[in-house]
């Protein structure tokens, strides 16, 4: 089991930023995964990273805005927010996949299985 401790989020006015962190701890992991959901929606994929050589993987409606990288020394993973807008409004959450689930794409909810606590990002003015 990984455990994965999130911070970073808050109240963001529209065009502002702001940098999601998450650390983890445990099993060893080959992907980490950003989430978010909204009230009333699903939980909708966001960025995935590879650990092992930082490939990264982004949802197509992202178009550039956010990106996610990671410390490996510090086994963490960060998510930077950028030009936020009023619908980026969620419960933002990571999550660390396990081995046996590398067969799911990165986008992929099924491949994951430990998740943080989740951290509120509200963009509004």
């Known amino acids: 089991q990984v455990q994965l401790v999130e911070s970073g989020g808050g109240l963001v006015q529209p065009g502002g930023s702001l940098r999601l962190s998450c650390a983890a701890s445990?099993?060893?992991?080959?992907?980490m995964g950003w989430f978010r959901q909204s009230p009333g929606k699903e939980r909708e994929f966001v960025a995935a990273?590879?650990?092992?050589?930082?490939?990264?993987y982004y949802a197509d409606f992202l178009r550039g805005r956010f990106t996610v990288s990671r410390d490996t020394l510090k086994n963490t993973v960060y998510l930077q927010m950028n030009s936020l807008r009023f619908d980026d409004t969620a419960v933002y959450y990571c999550?660390?996949?396990?081995?046996?689930?590398?067969?799911?794409?990165?986008?992929?909810?099924?491949?994951?299985?430990?998740w943080g606590q989740g951290t509120q990002v509200t963009v509004s003015s």
């Open positions: 999550a660390a996949d396990a081995f046996y689930k590398q067969h799911y794409s990165y986008s992929a909810l099924q491949r994951y299985v430990d």
């Open positions: 445990g099993q060893p992991f080959s992907a």
């Open positions: 990273i590879r650990w092992n050589d930082g490939n990264t």
